[in-house]
């Protein structure tokens, strides 16, 4: 009985790596655009390098990558942006917090 456990645990692993697989090959969709939101303005060290990042990740994904900058409210904005995006996978972002005194 203890094999026939163990044949089950193996075989649902499996089945659960090739469902995953099939999913991670399907994303993202063809032509479907990314959108990064950065909290941080235009220009600046974390957006020169955000963008940087959204190069790479455009060639290594396939698809193409807006960057959306709100750096308003002290990123209070981007920060709302990114919680009331869809959980979809295809809004990513960055916000920078601050220690304040």
Known sequence: MHLQ????????FILSVMVVGQALAA?????????MVVASG?????????????KGLEKELGTNIEIINRPEAGNQVGLQTLSSAKPDGYTIGQVSLRRRS
């Not at 456990?5 to 075989?11: A, H």
């Not at 235009?42 to 959204?54: F, K, N, P, S, T």
């Open 5 to 12: 456990k163990r044949f089950i645990v193996v075989l649902a």
């Open 27 to 35: 994303y993202p969709e063809k032509g479907r655009r990314m959108t």
């Open 42 to 54: 235009i220009g600046g060290g974390a957006d020169l390098v955000y963008r940087l990042l959204a």
